[in-house]
């Protein structure tokens, strides 16, 4: 089918992270960003997630370029895998500032088949029967695009990450114009940015943050220091501008906040006046009222520096009281208790702490159902695919474009690895690919398997039950044991009454076995595992993992 | 000390939970609340928490009764085990509709030494040295009350759970007039609810939700499903009313939220109108746009009706395109992603889910600062206790205090277990008594000891790595062996690999350790776990759990 373009999300529509997106026409495929995702509660031991991207390596001949549209790491993280995976020279389209952040995540993992290619705003470039125009938006990171993928069967708009913000930091306008010359003109399909699409009214521009950092950096009696995302250029600056005003001195303290932040000066997106940055060294040089440390651990991250200050094991920041903390950063669903824990260590030592819920230090980088409907009325789309959500997003996004008269048949909510196919014709969904999350863990560049995730979901629930036992090999019968030690196990008070009687019952029941079962290892195996099972189930309502281990002698 | 009163919260000061606070006085002690909390995530296994009654337990000879404010489990949950445990007879002093609960908890439990004295507000009891009067507060149970308690040493006001809604569903108002006469008469210690001192503004009435479910019900099309919290009757009878409102049946589906309806309508809390309950089995003999069902299940617990009807796996429920779901609950913080899961679930069987982000269909019961400031200014208090949340509630709370003329140190931010020592010379902590959280697990009615919890998150982590060898006693030499096999263990792509080359350096390393250590079976295991520790450390930088098993023939 040469006059098919299929539209593939392989991450990014069932969940907020994983952002890729495959668009393949004849032998021509590119593809728009390349995000990781960070782990849920329920996936212990995990580092990050990837989406699974088989589809780009088994069709990597025909790989023309991959677009990305910011620099946040669910869009960008997944980068690094990949281009190991694919093994072939690709060439990265992003705009200066993304491009220094991806530079610098791949000399991190020594990637070097990548060419990176800068571009503008207004900017066209060809990718085989594509051509593409990057189109600024607003958003919570500085040097942002939307874009405009120009194609044999029409027109598509791809929002990237964006909010509508009238009064950005840098001065950068969203390119509205450009959306509207494209929506004029007639846009067969926006993928438009879902985070968002269940608040209603407008996202607060990143300016009223200013507002609320110029109120408390006026009182302040003692120190400031601002937890935020290490890639959030704009709050950086603000909280610089802001300390610039009322004569105080800046601290950049953590590994990715120095890192990112001299990037960003380097490349011009970050204005820091002479004599503002100071070394942490020199922090207590400078009166506390003359001083803002900028760090990370807006999180509630273990070994972050906000959490290190916080239980009292940094080396040079102690907090003493009147010291105000301000998290400036939303609390991600998730982490919640870890960020409500910290907030608790600091109040002890005194520090006033302000966070979203307290007072208005962070807004959204991503557009309410008003700046989505507006989007969806300049580009009067035919087609529409919600992105960048988990399925509720996508299920409010869609009713926006319902009501604004986008065909339901027209509407895709899509689940990862699923095909779109467009032709004259019409547009459906036709079959999906290989699809899923990698996990990725430690040092391993490699994936944990489900099976282990079960396990250790199961070995944190109830514990581990081992059982040890010898056999004489010929005979079936037992030499030593059955032995029974625990690990994580339920430990009521009673413990060792519990073990001891399932040690007698296991023994017991197996003595009883026939030696047609004692001595085949895996059905006496089995058969261990029944006993104690049932005995644990009924005793005490658990069900520890039970290991026999049975050795032949 | 005859003449010293000692106050000594045992639960509630470090957590939203466990609320349980001592008053004692030469011989004569009473308590106030007897709550349970629901684990936290760092706690796999554990179904719930006590607080450490041990004081309680070790000074029974002066308990002259216990007070419980509210029905809520966090108020009243523990009753069962306390009164397990003291094993003498106490009685319980709490409104009509709080024993009604509490009685239903005590029957399940089996406990008998209890009598259950009905209490009403204006109404004065004696307990030794204390005479206390119960005071109508509002919240989000119906027939809570706050105490004043009337001491040797001066008044004494304990809010217990409140907010300040000028429009509650029952009509009860809070009994302003009560308040303040104490107020104006000298209140010696305030001991007030902390719970939202950190949200500004005040808590909207119960009323606002009525007028969300109006909007929600007069457009339904199809059937309305309601979760709520069980005890929630204020909620419960709203929907009831907005049902009947709009000519609707009413199913109660769940067990909890059928018995505590019950006891509602038993008691004369609960008005329904003939005719307007249905049972769930005549569900589809009901016309889908005239039936509204309430459930329970609003944090996404896994067993709920709610996650089932998500799943796919109730019976009775199926979802269909356009039945409304309405989540009329808080997001209790750490299940917002188990909550947005079923969210997700609902949304792709077609149902339209509403939940507080997105409409007013909850409010909370617990009043915001400008609440909480005017129960200061009406009641003036000489000494404050902020209780009922964690540090950061406290010390926001305190600052409101500092505000409004309340001495600095006659302010007392408590940890649990904390003596609050008042004579008439002042008030000052004085020492600490036993306290702590119990966990209890299963059917144990017993506790799971820290090493448990410590090996679960262990194990959930890195997984558990056992090594299995069996040596010669005589000689201390290995007889077979080593051999080793993981569950949970981080599994990169080439596990196998790395295990067999952990078990050729572990071989390779206990072949030349000397007699001394290997015929020493303690020593040898040590051996094992330090040379595997490091070699996972070095190559993948994972610490598993190794346990060695180490047999001797």
Redesign the interface.
């Not at 396990?455 to 581990?464: A, E, K, M, Y």
């Not at 690990?487 to 009673?494: D, M, P, T, Y």
């Given at each position: 089918m040469e006059n098919t373009l299929k539209v593939i999300p392989l991450g990014g529509v069932e969940e907020i992270g994983l952002n890729m997106t495959v668009f393949h026409y004849g032998t021509d495929m590119f593809i728009v960003d390349c995000g990781l995702m960070f782990p849920?509660?329920d996936m212990?031991?995990v580092d990050f997630l990837l989406p699974d991207y088989s589809y780009i390596l088994n069709n990597k001949q025909d790989l023309k370029g991959i677009i990305i549209t910011h620099g946040h790491e669910d869009h960008t993280g997944a980068l690094p895998f990949l281009l190991r995976d694919i093994a072939i020279d690709v060439t990265i389209y992003a705009t200066l500032l993304t491009l220094g952040l991806i530079r610098e995540k791949l000399k991190e993992y020594n990637i070097t088949n990548a060419a990176l290619q800068t571009i503008k705003p207004r900017e066209k470039i060809t990718l085989g029967v594509f051509e593409i125009e990057f189109i600024r938006v607003t958003h919570s990171i500085v040097d942002g695009v939307g874009l405009a993928i120009l194609t044999p069967l029409g027109n598509i708009i791809h929002t990237g990450d964006f909010k509508l913000d009238p009064t950005p930091v840098d001065g950068q306008l969203m390119d509205f114009n450009r959306f509207s010359f494209y929506g004029e003109n007639g846009v067969m399909l926006l993928l438009s940015d879902s985070t968002n699409a269940?608040?209603?009214g407008y996202t607060f521009s990143e300016k009223e943050v200013r507002r609320s950092f110029e109120i408390i950096f006026s009182k302040a009696k003692n120190r400031i220091i601002i937890a935020t995302f290490a890639s959030n250029i704009h709050r950086i600056q603000q909280a610089i501008d802001v300390a610039v005003q009322f004569n105080k001195k800046v601290i950049l303290c953590g590994r990715s906040i120095v890192l990112n932040a001299q990037i960003a000066i380097d490349l011009g997106y970050l204005t820091v006046p002479e004599d503002t940055l100071v070394k942490l060294e020199k922090l207590n040089s400078i009166p506390p009222d003359k001083v803002v440390i900028i760090t990370t651990g807006s999180q509630g991250e273990p070994m972050s520096v906000l959490t290190r200050i916080a239980i009292g094991e940094h080396k040079q920041i102690n907090i003493v009281k009147d010291d105000i903390v301000i998290v400036s950063a939303k609390m991600i669903?998730?982490n919640?208790?870890a960020i409500?824990k910290i907030?608790?260590h600091l109040?002890?030592r005194g520090a006033d702490?302000i966070y979203e819920?307290?007072s208005e230090v962070h807004v959204s980088g991503h557009a309410s159902k008003e700046e989505l409907k507006l989007m969806l009325n300049i580009i009067k789309p035919k087609y529409f695919i919600p992105i960048h959500g988990?399925?509720?997003h996508h299920?409010?996004h869609a009713k926006l474009a319902r009501n604004l008269n986008v065909k339901d048949d027209h509407i895709f909510i899509m689940h990862n690895g699923e095909i779109l196919e467009i032709t004259d014709e019409g547009a459906a969904i036709n079959g999906k690919t290989i699809s899923g999350r990698i996990f990725v863990?430690?040092?391993?560049?490699?994936?944990?398997?489900d099976?282990?995730?079960r396990?250790?979901?199961?070995?944190?629930?109830?514990?581990?039950v081992?059982v040890?036992i010898?056999m004489d090999k010929e005979h079936g019968t037992i030499l030593?044991g059955p032995e029974i030690?625990s690990?994580?196990?339920?430990?009521?008070?009673?413990e060792e009454d519990i073990l001891e009687k399932a040690r007698e019952i296991l023994e017991e029941q197996l003595r009883a076995l026939n030696q047609e079962i004692t001595e085949d290892n895996t059905i006496l195996q089995a058969k261990i595992v029944s006993i104690l099972k049932k005995y644990f189930r009924n005793t005490?309502?658990?069900r520890p993992?039970i290991?026999p281990?049975v050795?032949e002698?």
């Open positions: 849920e509660d212990p031991g269940e608040k209603g669903p998730g919640e208790r409500g907030i608790n109040c002890k702490v819920k307290v988990e399925y509720r299920a409010s863990d430690g040092k391993g560049l490699g994936d944990v398997k099976i282990v995730l396990d250790r979901r199961h070995l944190s629930q109830d514990g581990i081992i040890h010898i030593s030690i690990r994580g196990f339920l430990v009521i008070n009673n005490i309502n658990r993992m290991m281990i050795m002698m």
